[in-house]
Every structure is written in structure tokens, then in C-alpha cells.
């Protein structure tokens, strides 16, 4: 899927600066999601390098119109042969959640702005991996229900069940540390 | 849908409040809607809570950029007047900025070039300037969103010495949050939009370095009118880590990445500094409430603020200039050197290796718009900002002819300019049209 064509021309300089501007614009955000998914900026690093090596790659067609997505798509896919490849691929399961939530803010106390978005996140980080996952997809790197149903493999329902049940438990807990 | 077919706990109403359900559900849910309060007050709930999530999420430090030093504190500044900025660490877009600021670099025209390196010349006087003794260098009193939107009083405050820290990667999530309302056919709300991630989600041309071996930061001041405010006036600040690696081919791009990753100076900070003789007030673009529940006293920022190569960031600062009465009459004895100075900026940071401390300093000139034209990155900048501004408060008077002219404004500059490698100027041109639309 990745071997060049032989037949495909050369790219223009245009081709070059369109592979560029995607690459400045979506390093960081790709970079953020592997580290989400491999506990591991190293080896975050390593995949973002090896996703946009198959960026060069790839015929331009093939991604246009959906080029971030196809990013994402495939950063995944790598981070979790990485997994794989490790041993370290666990089922995603709500017994994670604990450990992985943070210290619980003050309850019982008028939040500041800059709490309750560090509350936010701290309930957000609370979530089992695959609502984390989602969610995130969804509120901080901007995809669609569609997109994300095709960068995971999920359907849509399953995306959208998955949005709104973490939607709603982030609320209630958030309503719950309200005073 | 029938109206029983929908509670509150349907996943449907969610993408509904998010604009992702199905628009073949869309007029059955918007009829249970009608029906029902309850639902209808559950969708702005929802909305309300996603705002607040895209907010905090926007701001969350991103887990691959913790700095590995913290460097000692820098000292205070003396002048307890001053006011410094944190370099936005984690707005570094950054390695790979480099590569996209490089692409619209080859497309400058030589013209260009040789007009903005006298630009940038005229802009450097070589003598530094002398301040040090001078008591009110500045005012800091906000020209406009008081009092409730100054910084929040801290030990810091007092002395005016806060971080300016913008959210990580501050244009991805502010386009992604405008695009979702957009195309959901509404504004978003007016707090979660931030002028300075806004405007630092464009991409400006970087300068152009002086000299062969040019310090690692380049710096670009700008001054001209506010758009929004005739009597008023918008100092733009662009800051370029540079990057010596100029070939333009795919081969090195990932040379590059891993080059850009590397950071080019460490312990960044700002110090900006107006001249009281020529500027009465003044306020950073963005420094409202929202902002300033991210600054903090910059010693206890949590990790020391790295550049990277190719990294930008711009800063607007709006400043009311002192009547020109005011201006001739002597004001004190204790004068800048140079009156005619309007801002001076010092960057302190550290060099990667080893860590020694550097500092460079670049003023500007105080020049009346009417005697120079804006140059089209400021422009965009402004257009940017004001944009923001509109949108943080909609039910304004004026809202309608202002998104007018930023509309024009914005369209002028993306023609003009023919430069828009990854799109976002013409995705911001659709944002100012959708918006007009939606307010008018």
C-alpha cells in the first residue's frame, strides 16, 4: 500500500509545499495523540517520524481530501503494532481509569477558570482509554464523528454512544466537585 | 423520532448539541425539541460543557514537551514597571514550522527581501537604549476590559511579572473549535475564543537573518492603526526561531523534522517595554480574563520555555499614544535617551548547549501610521484580533460593519498575498464569511 508507484511523476515543488505545511501543521497534534496512546514520547516520536515517512510515500491522490485523517489513521495503526510488538496492547478496561486518574481537585470550593479546566482535564484523564480516546479525537483535534469512526475502526453509533456517555459522566462528576 | 423516543440519555441528542447527528434525525429531533424544555435546556447544556472541555483541552500541556531543566530563575527586572512574557513553550508547531515557514520563505521575491531587510535595519538602532534609571516607563493600566479583566492580583502582579503562556498548538484547536460551530451553523461562545491563539494560528513570513551569523531568535516590530480604533494603535511583535537548513527539497524533510525538534535556545523570556513619552496606555491583545487564567508569576511557570527552530510566535499589544501636545512639552528629566523609541524588546535566553545567558534587544521607531503602510502580515494579524474580538461579544452595536470590514480585510490579505501553504488563511477567510452570515 505504501510502495510508490514507479509511474508516478515526480512530485511539483506545489506537491512539496502542500506535504509541508500538513507536516508543520499536524506534527505536534500527532505527536500528542501517540504519546495519549503509547505512554511514551520516545517512541511517540518514533511513529509520528515513520507516519509521515508514509506520507512521502504515499501517492498524493490517495489522501487528498482527507489527508489528516489518513495521518491519524495511520499514526494509530503504528503506535499500536508498537503495542503489539511490546506485549504492552491491553484491552482497553475501566480498571485503568483509576490509576490513571489524578488527584482529585478540591470539592466544595468555587472553582477559578484555571481549575476547573484543570479539573476538566483531570476528569477527562479519569475516563476509560477508549472514551479518553474519542473524546479527545472529538474536542481536541477537531474530527467528526465520521472521521473518527474511520480513524478507529469503530462505527459511528459506537463512536457517538461512546462521546455521549463520557460526555455525560464528565458533567456529572464535574457538577458533583460544584459547590 | 417520536417525541418519547428521546431522553436525555440518547446518544443522538449529544451529536445533536454537537452538530454531528445524522440530518436525515435532524427534523424529528429539533420537532421533540420544540415539544420539550427540558431537552432543549439538556442541548445547551451539552454545548456549554463541550465549550468547556475544547477549552480545557486547548490548554492542556502536551505530554511529550515537558522542558527537561528548569534553569534558575532569572532575576526580577528592576523596573518593576516592565512587563515579562513567558515564551508560549508549548506552542511549538513548531519543528515542523520550520518547513512551512521555509516553503513561503523561497516564494519571497528578491524585491521583497532587500525591502524588508532595510525595513528590518532601520528598525535595529545599534546603540541599545537607556531606560534603566528612567522611574514610569510604562502605564499599565488596560486600555479596555476593566477591571475585571486584569490578570488576577498574585504575588507577581504587583510587580507586573506574569507568563503570557499560550495554549499547545494554539491554531489547531482554535480552528477546529470554529469549524465545529461554524458548520454547525452557529457562533461559538464568545469565551472560547482567544485573540492571541487566533492570531498565532496564522502563519506570518519569518525575517530574514541580518547577518551570517545572526542570533538564534529574530524579532519583527511593527507599528500601524488599530483597525477597530482610529485613535489607537497596534504594535505587532513577531518572533521566528530560526534554523540554518534551507534546502527545499521532500528528500530532507524529515532531516529536518528531527533537525526543528532540537531546541535553539532555552529559558526564553520577553521582556516588552513602552516609552512613556510617546505611549500613555496599553494592553497585550487577549489579556482578558480567559488569558489571564493562564498567566502565572513566571517563576513558578512549571518548565523553562524552549524555542525550536522555526518556531513563531506573534504578539499585539494596542496602545493609546500620548497626545501630540504631550508630546513636545518636556516631560521629565529623566527622558529616554532615544524619545523617538515607541517599544523596546529584550530576549533573555539560554544557549542550548551549555546555557549560557544571552540577551538581544530590538526596538522600534515610534512612526504614525500615515507615514508607512501596514505591511500585510499585520493586517492579517489585526484581522485576526479583531475578529476575536467580535466574536467574544456579538451582541456589541457595530458587530454587523465590523465583521464587514475584517471580511474585506482578510480577503484582501489572502489574495495579496498568494501565500497560504497550508490553507488557513483562506479556511479563515470562510470563518469571517460564516460568521457575518450567521450575525446579520
Given at each position: 500500500m505504501f510502495c510508490p508507484s514507479p509511474n508516478r511523476r515526480e512530485p511539483a515543488s506545489q506537491d512539496a509545499t502542500f506535504l509541508e505545511g500538513l507536516i508543520a501543521q499536524q506534527q505536534l497534534p500527532l505527536l500528542r495523540y501517540a504519546t495519549r496512546l503509547l505512554h511514551d514520547p520516545e517512541r511517540a516520536r518514533d511513529v509520528v517520524q515513520d507516519t509521515f515517512a508514509k506520507l512521502l510515500a504515499e501517492p498524493r491522490p490517495a489522501i487528498d481530501g482527507h489527508a489528516v485523517e489518513w495521518l491519524f489513521t495511520v499514526c494509530r495503526h503504528r503506535a499500536f503494532d508498537v503495542l503489539r510488538k511490546e506485549n504492552r496492547?491491553?484491552?482497553?478496561?475501566?480498571?485503568?481509569a483509576a490509576r490513571l486518574a489524578s488527584s482529585d481537585p478540591r470539592p466544595g470550593q468555587a472553582l477559578e477558570q484555571e481549575e476547573a479546566q484543570t479539573a476538566i482535564l483531570a476528569l477527562i484523564q479519569g475516563l476509560p482509554p477508549n472514551q479518553q480516546e474519542v473524546v479527545r479525537l472529538r474536542?481536541?483535534?477537531?474530527?467528526s464523528y465520521n472521521e473518527i469512526a474511520r480513524i478507529t475502526g469503530l462505527s459511528v453509533s459506537n463512536v457517538g454512544f461512546l462521546i455521549h456517555t463520557a460526555v455525560a459522566r464528565l458533567r456529572r462528576e464535574y457538577a458533583a466537585q460544584q459547590p | 423520532m417520536h417525541r418519547a423516543q428521546c431522553s436525555a440519555d440518547d446518544p443522538r441528542l449529544t451529536a445533536y448539541a454537537l452538530g454531528e447527528l445524522d440530518p436525515a434525525d435532524v427534523p424529528a429531533l429539533e420537532a421533540a425539541l420544540r415539544e420539550d424544555a427540558a431537552l432543549r435546556l439538556e442541548v445547551e447544556r451539552i454545548r456549554s460543557f463541550a465549550a468547556k472541555m475544547e477549552a480545557a483541552l486547548a490548554a492542556e500541556?502536551?505530554?511529550?514537551?515537558?522542558?527537561p531543566v528548569r534553569s534558575?530563575?532569572?532575576?526580577?527586572?528592576?523596573?518593576?514597571?516592565s512587563r515579562w512574557l513567558a515564551?508560549?513553550?508549548?506552542?511549538?508547531?513548531?519543528g515542523g514550522l520550520a518547513a512551512a515557514a521555509l516553503a513561503m520563505f523561497v516564494a519571497v521575491n528578491r524585491e521583497e527581501l532587500l525591502a524588508r531587510q532595510r525595513r528590518q535595519a532601520e528598525q535595529r538602532p545599534s546603540a541599545p537604549a537607556v531606560?534603566?534609571?528612567?522611574?514610569?516607563?510604562?502605564?499599565?493600566?488596560?486600555?479596555?476590559?476593566?477591571p475585571d479583566g486584569s490578570?488576577?492580583?498574585?504575588?507577581?502582579a504587583s510587580s507586573g511579572n506574569h507568563g503570557y503562556v499560550l495554549a499547545p498548538n494554539p491554531g489547531e484547536a482554535a480552528f477546529a473549535a470554529l469549524r465545529q460551530h461554524l458548520a454547525a451553523r452557529r457562533l461559538p461562545?464568545?469565551?472560547?475564543?482567544l485573540p492571541g491563539e487566533l492570531i498565532n494560528a496564522l502563519r506570518y513570513r519569518r525575517p530574514l537573518p541580518?547577518?551570517?551569523?545572526?542570533?538564534p531568535i529574530a524579532a519583527e516590530l511593527e507599528v500601524g492603526a488599530a483597525p477597530w480604533a482610529p485613535e489607537r494603535q497596534l504594535v505587532r511583535i513577531g518572533l521566528h526561531g530560526r534554523d540554518a537548513d534551507l534546502a527545499a527539497t521532500r528528500q530532507t524533510i524529515l532531516d529536518r523534522i528531527e533537525h526543528a525538534q532540537?531546541?535553539?535556545?532555552?529559558?526564553v523570556r520577553i521582556q516588552v517595554e513602552f516609552n512613556p513619552a510617546r505611549v500613555s496606555t496599553y494592553r497585550?491583545?487577549?489579556?482578558n480574563r480567559e488569558v489571564a487564567a493562564q498567566t502565572a508569576p513566571i517563576d513558578e511557570l512549571a518548565a523553562a520555555p524552549a524555542m525550536f527552530a522555526g518556531q513563531a510566535f506573534t504578539a499585539l499589544y494596542e496602545i493609546l499614544p500620548v497626545a501630540p501636545a504631550r508630546e513636545t512639552a518636556?516631560?521629565?528629566?529623566?527622558?529616554?535617551?532615544?524619545?523617538?523609541?515607541l517599544i523596546t524588546v529584550r530576549l533573555q535566553y539560554a544557549e542550548p548547549a551549555g546555557g549560557t545567558a544571552r540577551t538581544l534587544e530590538f526596538s522600534l521607531a515610534d512612526r504614525r501610521p500615515a507615514a508607512m503602510a501596514e505591511s500585510e502580515d499585520f493586517r492579517l494579524a489585526a484581522a485576526a484580533a479583531e475578529f476575536a474580538l467580535v466574536l467574544r461579544q456579538p451582541?456589541?452595536?457595530g458587530t454587523g460593519p465590523a465583521l464587514r470590514a475584517v471580511l474585506e480585510r482578510v480577503a484582501a490579505a489572502v489574495v495579496s498575498s498568494g501565500e497560504d501553504p497550508d490553507g488557513r488563511r483562506a479556511e479563515f477567510r470562510e470563518f469571517v464569511r460564516q460568521a457575518q452570515s450567521l450575525l446579520e
Amino acid at each position: 500500500m505504501f510502495c510508490p508507484s514507479p509511474n508516478r511523476r515526480e512530485p511539483a515543488s506545489q506537491d512539496a509545499t502542500f506535504l509541508e505545511g500538513l507536516i508543520a501543521q499536524q506534527q505536534l497534534p500527532l505527536l500528542r495523540y501517540a504519546t495519549r496512546l503509547l505512554h511514551d514520547p520516545e517512541r511517540a516520536r518514533d511513529v509520528v517520524q515513520d507516519t509521515f515517512a508514509k506520507l512521502l510515500a504515499e501517492p498524493r491522490p490517495a489522501i487528498d481530501g482527507h489527508a489528516v485523517e489518513w495521518l491519524f489513521t495511520v499514526c494509530r495503526h503504528r503506535a499500536f503494532d508498537v503495542l503489539r510488538k511490546e506485549n504492552r496492547l491491553k484491552p482497553f478496561a475501566d480498571g485503568d481509569a483509576a490509576r490513571l486518574a489524578s488527584s482529585d481537585p478540591r470539592p466544595g470550593q468555587a472553582l477559578e477558570q484555571e481549575e476547573a479546566q484543570t479539573a476538566i482535564l483531570a476528569l477527562i484523564q479519569g475516563l476509560p482509554p477508549n472514551q479518553q480516546e474519542v473524546v479527545r479525537l472529538r474536542f481536541q483535534h477537531g474530527f467528526s464523528y465520521n472521521e473518527i469512526a474511520r480513524i478507529t475502526g469503530l462505527s459511528v453509533s459506537n463512536v457517538g454512544f461512546l462521546i455521549h456517555t463520557a460526555v455525560a459522566r464528565l458533567r456529572r462528576e464535574y457538577a458533583a466537585q460544584q459547590p | 423520532m417520536h417525541r418519547a423516543q428521546c431522553s436525555a440519555d440518547d446518544p443522538r441528542l449529544t451529536a445533536y448539541a454537537l452538530g454531528e447527528l445524522d440530518p436525515a434525525d435532524v427534523p424529528a429531533l429539533e420537532a421533540a425539541l420544540r415539544e420539550d424544555a427540558a431537552l432543549r435546556l439538556e442541548v445547551e447544556r451539552i454545548r456549554s460543557f463541550a465549550a468547556k472541555m475544547e477549552a480545557a483541552l486547548a490548554a492542556e500541556p502536551h505530554p511529550a514537551a515537558a522542558s527537561p531543566v528548569r534553569s534558575a530563575p532569572p532575576r526580577r527586572p528592576e523596573r518593576p514597571r516592565s512587563r515579562w512574557l513567558a515564551f508560549p513553550q508549548l506552542y511549538y508547531v513548531c519543528g515542523g514550522l520550520a518547513a512551512a515557514a521555509l516553503a513561503m520563505f523561497v516564494a519571497v521575491n528578491r524585491e521583497e527581501l532587500l525591502a524588508r531587510q532595510r525595513r528590518q535595519a532601520e528598525q535595529r538602532p545599534s546603540a541599545p537604549a537607556v531606560h534603566a534609571s528612567s522611574p514610569s516607563l510604562i502605564a499599565i493600566d488596560l486600555v479596555t476590559d476593566p477591571p475585571d479583566g486584569s490578570p488576577p492580583t498574585t504575588a507577581g502582579a504587583s510587580s507586573g511579572n506574569h507568563g503570557y503562556v499560550l495554549a499547545p498548538n494554539p491554531g489547531e484547536a482554535a480552528f477546529a473549535a470554529l469549524r465545529q460551530h461554524l458548520a454547525a451553523r452557529r457562533l461559538p461562545p464568545g469565551e472560547a475564543v482567544l485573540p492571541g491563539e487566533l492570531i498565532n494560528a496564522l502563519r506570518y513570513r519569518r525575517p530574514l537573518p541580518s547577518a551570517p551569523a545572526a542570533p538564534p531568535i529574530a524579532a519583527e516590530l511593527e507599528v500601524g492603526a488599530a483597525p477597530w480604533a482610529p485613535e489607537r494603535q497596534l504594535v505587532r511583535i513577531g518572533l521566528h526561531g530560526r534554523d540554518a537548513d534551507l534546502a527545499a527539497t521532500r528528500q530532507t524533510i524529515l532531516d529536518r523534522i528531527e533537525h526543528a525538534q532540537a531546541s535553539i535556545a532555552r529559558n526564553v523570556r520577553i521582556q516588552v517595554e513602552f516609552n512613556p513619552a510617546r505611549v500613555s496606555t496599553y494592553r497585550l491583545v487577549g489579556a482578558n480574563r480567559e488569558v489571564a487564567a493562564q498567566t502565572a508569576p513566571i517563576d513558578e511557570l512549571a518548565a523553562a520555555p524552549a524555542m525550536f527552530a522555526g518556531q513563531a510566535f506573534t504578539a499585539l499589544y494596542e496602545i493609546l499614544p500620548v497626545a501630540p501636545a504631550r508630546e513636545t512639552a518636556p516631560r521629565s528629566a529623566v527622558l529616554p535617551v532615544s524619545p523617538t523609541e515607541l517599544i523596546t524588546v529584550r530576549l533573555q535566553y539560554a544557549e542550548p548547549a551549555g546555557g549560557t545567558a544571552r540577551t538581544l534587544e530590538f526596538s522600534l521607531a515610534d512612526r504614525r501610521p500615515a507615514a508607512m503602510a501596514e505591511s500585510e502580515d499585520f493586517r492579517l494579524a489585526a484581522a485576526a484580533a479583531e475578529f476575536a474580538l467580535v466574536l467574544r461579544q456579538p451582541q456589541s452595536p457595530g458587530t454587523g460593519p465590523a465583521l464587514r470590514a475584517v471580511l474585506e480585510r482578510v480577503a484582501a490579505a489572502v489574495v495579496s498575498s498568494g501565500e497560504d501553504p497550508d490553507g488557513r488563511r483562506a479556511e479563515f477567510r470562510e470563518f469571517v464569511r460564516q460568521a457575518q452570515s450567521l450575525l446579520e
